[in-house]
């Protein structure tokens, strides 16, 4: 370091070298330097003869500043050694634990180097007991190491664990607050728990007694606890934890906490009770006094914080200055369902919610009527309550006397709470007189909150006191009586006394009382010669108001019987003769027997009576002596007989000229039937089929004989009927004649869909029996009678049954056939009522397939439309498809369908393709459809022609112009035609050479093209086809000839000096410029390089110009080549 170190050198010189050794002994830190060995030359005089050499080297003698040094520490605390080496180089530290390499710690030591010291720092953030452990370090340079002295860490796992958390607590509530303690191993004795109250800077220790610690290892908890908090133990707390290990002494203290003491200084009641016939709101209050800790103050009904329409909360703010915080809940609109629990809510961010709760009652009692009128002699008073919590008893009292079901004429109906409602009954029964005027008390009782509601009606008495009875007249005079019990009250008397009968007032024969006597009131109403029509429901009414009214109703019954008929006449012997007595409709009840009288000597007679009210004589085999005087007597279980007469009877032959059984064909046929009957009175003889009388008869009367036409006309089988003739309704007769209808009827429809060849059977069946001839059965077609032969085989015969006659005609089906119409006939002989009778027709429809065009020749890129018509039933399905067989495609979706059409039996199918392609092309279509006899269809054969070749063509003038024309996809040769369009007249025709090949190719040639050929040219194919309906003639794009020639003002040569500039200039006559591809100018041949390009060309009246200019010229710019 500069300084001349003169001592402790050593020089050794021999033969070639000199040797120098400082030796350095006893080495201390302060020997560490930058040591030179310094060589000098001299000469003999003494002087430097060179530039003194050297050569250094540096000493850095390693020694510890600082030496780690033994801590202890509790767990969780930080705990740090440090140990530092001087020297003038950096060393490596590394650390040891218990004499092995501290490699998981070491990281956390690296060494900091100022120069001249070497400094390493062992850390440990928040140690714990496996820290603890002998540790030394150990430093490093150029290979040299020295080591520490050693150091112990002890860790204690002791101290606060946990500190006390902030708690709140109701006033009252036992509270307390916990403290955690690590009670390990190497304490010498359990740690001594203290706790302090900290106000302000005064930290007050608390009584032992009320501090309790769990010693339990490895973790201890000591407890504060008031059983009972009050106001004054609120405010700020700590523990402290004293330890004693190795005979030293340890104290610590955790965190402080909060001891929140609260208490609602005004809470809801366990109950609030609205009785709703005093009032429909009420105003609950909560106020809460303690910390300022409460977040949100809420109110809530049940769980829910949304509160009803009704309900209005007002929610104060935290008051510091008494530390109380208000609120109130105001409810209006009270109802019998408003019936909730309430609860308000304190809510803090420490401790459980403040909550004080009530349970919301709302009871309500209807009042009673202050009178309740019973008209009754059992009657009913009904209490209603309404509200949210159910009674536990109710009481009944009778002017002041609690009753009960078990006392006599007493019955009490409890109800149940169902929807806020409950209707609870007293029913009295067979009390009238002694009951009135009474009082009647409800009483309801309650438990939770207790309580009681009452209610009372006086009881007033008013009902009919004699009602109507069920009374039985005749004839003469009936007197009907009603009153009314006002009751000991003694009320005054109706408003107003009304009779009714049938629900119709009464304004004659009415005596009312104008005043009650004894508390009766009465009316009467007399009835003067009743009859049938008086028979009815009479009622009596008393009005006090709209609302109370008393009445009495019982039927009057009107005993009346009538004869029908009274005069009767009959036909042949075997028939009877009935006579009917019936009660008149306003008796009402049922007789209880029925006694008939006849004239003397008539025999065979017998009676029945029916429910109805209703007695019937029956004499059998009534002849002239039958005649005279009968009638019946009706007997009751109450009042006389009722008696009717027939004094009149007389008995007649009639005789039925038309009898037995009558035929008559259908289809509107006219049929006379005849009766008549000896009789010296003329009467009308009336017709019936059955029971319903036939109008339309003719009647006359001669010689003391009546006689009766009926003429019918016989439609359908709905006219077969047995009819007879009387002289009344109420005749019976077994004089007779029953009508039979003969008719025809088919076996097929209006319509028959068959296919060509098939065999088909059409059949028709006629009315048959044994008692008539056979009939005549005939068929026609159209108005042509058809007669057996081929194609058509009639045959007819009678069923196995014998009922009908049946006519068959068997088609074998042909095209010629469609359309036609096929009718059957049938004539009958010896019957009544005849005419000819016809089937309805049927029209043979013979199923077809038909296509509007069987070939066709398109153009490719045009659209097939092939339309397909099938005739048939209305079910059927038109189909398409592509080839035949297997290979067949399917293109029944490439087609639209039409509606059926009824009219003509036919459906249309048509068949769309778009942009036709080669690959549609020489391939059969079919149209098909499945009928019951088969598949029918219909092919079309698709040709798809595509005419090629023909482009725009360019040419010079004078040279050749050709122009092709290639038609594909035809069977054989077509006829083309080339031809020139003309501006305003007929198109020219040019003849084609054709030449051979797959295709058809024709060629039109211009030898040598002039302006004059310029223009538009096109070509014409026209194909002709024996399957097609007419030709097809197809016409091509047309294409534009275009003849190019260099044009007369073009610069065909220039004389120029060398040195002049030279601009030429090339005109060519062309169509358009768009055919002008490229402009080059060359120099000699064209064979050459261009010299120019020119992309700015003038195109003008058909006319493309191009320049070329140069500013100065040589003499070798001579042939200069414009090529276009």
Partial sequence: DSTEVTSDINTVLNESTRTSTLSLTAMTTDSSGSYKCEVTYKNADGSKSLTPISKTVLISVQGFTIQPEAVQKKAGENVALTCEVSGKEQATITWSKDGTPATDVSSNAAPTYAAPNTKSVLTFSSAETSASGTYSCTATVAGVSITSEKAIITVFDIGISSSPSNAAFIVGEAASLTCGVKNGDSVDSEPTMKWYKIVGDVETEQDSSVVSFDGSKPVGTSTLTFTSVTADNAGEYKCKATYSINGQTIEEQSTSANLYVRELTVSLQQYTLIDLSSGTSTTLTCKYKGDN????????????????????????????????????????????????????????????????????????????????????????????????????????????????????????????????????????SNRLYSDADKTITCTYTFANPSGELSANTKLIYRGIYTGLQTTYASDGNVVLTCSLGLGSSGSSKPTSTKWYKDSTEINVGIDTDDAASNGIFSTELTLTSVTANDAGTYKCEFTFSESEKYTSEAPLRVRTATADPSVAFYSHENSQLKLTCTLASGTGDNPTGVTWTQPQGVSGTSAESDS??????????????????????FAFSEGSPVTASFPDVKVELITMVTSGTVYSTAGGTKLTLSCEVNNDVDKTILWFDGTDNVEGATNSFANNKISSSLELTINGQADAKTYTCRFSETEYSTTTAAVKVLELSRSFESKSFESPTKVINLQCDSDYNDQLQNPTMSWKKGDTAVV?????????????AGTKFVSKLALTVSTAMDGSMYTCFVDYT??????????????????????????????????????????????????????????????????????????????????????????????????????????????????????????????????????????????KVPTVKFYKEVDGGEDTALSGEARSGDTFTWTYTIASASDSSQGKYYCKVTYEEEAADAPTTFTSTAVTLTVRSIDATSTTSAIIKTGDGITLSCVLNVGSKAQVTEVKWFKGSTDGTAIFTDAATVFADSKLTTTYKKEKSTDCDSALIPLL
């Avoid at 109802?335 to 459980?352: L, W």
């Avoid at 039409?898 to 068949?911: G, Q």
Wanted: negative net charge.
């Fill in 293 to 428: 800790q409460v977040s949100a103050v809420a109110w809530k009904v049940g769980e829910s914080t949304s509160l009803p329409d009704n309900y209005t909360p007002s929610l104060n703010s935290y008051n510091a200055g008494d530390s109380t915080w208000e609120t109130t809940l105001a409810i209006g609109s009270l109802t019998k369902a408003s019936g909730a629990d309430i609860s308000c809510v304190y809510t803090s961010s420490v401790g459980n919610d403040v909550t004080s709760k009530t349970t919301l009652v709302v009871r309500q009692l209807t009042s009673l009527q202050a009178e309740t009128i019973s008209s009754d002699a059992t009657y009913t008073v009904t209490c209603s309550y309404h509200g949210s919590d159910e009674p536990s008893s109710v009481v009944w009292k009778v002017d002041g006397t609690i009753v009960t079901s078990s006392d006599t004429n007493i019955n009490i109906v409890d109800g149940t709470l169902a929807s806020n409602d409950r209707e609870d009954m007293l029913e009295l």
């Fill in 612 to 633: 109805n009210k209703k007695s019937i004589l029956t004499v059998t085999n009534p002849t002239s002596a039958s005649s005279g005087a009968y009638s019946c007597s």
């Fill in 788 to 800: 057996s032969g081929a194609g058509e085989v009639i045959t007819t015969e009678k069923n196995e």
């Fill in 830 to 971: 010896g019957i009544t009522a005849s005419k000819q009778l016809s089937a309805d027709p049927t029209k043979i429809i013979v199923q077809k397939v038909e296509l509007d065009k069987s070939y066709q020749i398109l153009e490719k890129g045009s659209t097939l439309s092939s339309v397909c018509t099938v005739t048939g039933p209305s079910d059927i399905q038109i189909k398409w498809r592509k080839g035949s067989g297997d290979s067949a495609t399917d293109l029944t979706s490439s087609a639209t369908a039409a509606a059926y059409a009824e009219e003509s039996n036919t459906i249309v199918s048509t068949l769309s393709i778009a942009s036709l392609t080669n690959a549609e092309s020489n391939d059969n279509y079919e149209c098909y459809t499945d009928f019951s006899s088969g598949e029918l269809k219909a092919t079309l054969q698709l040709h798809v022609a595509e005419i090629t070749g023909l482009v725009d063509v360019g040419v010079q003038a004078e040279s050749a112009a050709v122009f092709t024309c290639t038609v594909s996809n035809f069977k």
